[in-house]
């Protein structure tokens, strides 16, 4: 069974606008982390964003914010005021705490076109 | 920002080379990565260590071996190149403390292609 789901394949959004990027997630471990990484056309995967399993608030870095909804076991990327720089992929995962041996375990990534 | 480095950033080889994928970090870290990506797919890890002469396989069979002698150096190596081991090899490293919620650093990755 997929662990991590990405159901967007691409995406557009206008320049300025915010956009929300899908990520559902599969664990029965009590303790996870999920992260969110970018990665531009060079090829570098670069560090957006970390969530918590037992984290109450929400997490935000500058313009990315995590929508955490444990229940439904989601962990959305909003990215707020896009910029023609975000262009990129986006990768969704997680670490499992209790059984996952400090792997980390990545989704199948959303491509993200911003439009001028 | 993060210290993790890899050569060559591109390499084109014929079958049946012998490689090796250079990767190092300064930053101290005790666990590293290595990934298979091809292009626009997902990441599959293929190796990973916990420290200095810990090395463990991935959840995607590679025929690639790996070696930790050092903590800051964790090479890969193909004894004998095929087309279909033609990907993007990317390494990243994580904190030992914390547990499990550091975040891994990625260095910016070995695009091969094997003719």
């Known amino acids: 069974a997929q662990k991590i789901t990405q159901t967007q394949p691409g995406m557009f959004v206008q320049e300025k606008e915010a956009v929300t990027l899908d990520c559902t997630y599969d664990t029965s471990d009590q303790s996870y982390g999920l992260f969110w990484y970018k990665q531009p056309s060079s090829g570098e995967m670069i560090f957006l964003i970390y969530q918590g399993s037992y984290d109450e608030q929400n997490a935000t870095e500058g313009r990315y914010s995590l929508n955490f909804q444990k229940a439904r076991k989601s962990a959305n990327l909003v990215i707020s005021a896009s910029q023609l720089g975000d262009s990129a992929m986006y990768f969704c995962?997680?670490?499992?705490?209790?059984?996952?041996?400090?792997?980390?375990?990545f989704g199948a990534g959303t491509r993200l076109f911003v439009k001028a | 920002e993060a210290d993790i480095y890899q050569t060559p950033r591109y390499l084109v080889i014929g079958t049946g080379k012998k490689i090796t994928l250079e990767c190092s970090q300064t930053m101290g870290h005790d666990k590293m990565y290595w990934y298979q990506q091809d292009p626009g797919m997902e990441l599959h890890l293929i190796h990973y260590s916990y420290g200095v002469n810990s090395t463990e396989k991935g959840d995607l069979s590679s025929e690639s071996t790996v070696s930790r002698i050092r903590t800051e150096h964790f090479p890969l190596t193909l004894e004998s190149a095929r087309p279909s081991h033609t990907s993007q090899y990317l390494c990243?490293?994580?904190?030992?403390?914390?547990?499990?919620?550091?975040?891994?650093?990625f260095g910016p990755g070995t695009r091969l292609t094997v003719l």
């Open positions: 995962a997680m670490r499992e705490g209790d059984t996952g041996g400090f792997k980390t375990i």
């Open positions: 990243a490293s994580s904190a030992g403390t914390g547990g499990w919620i550091n975040e891994q650093f």
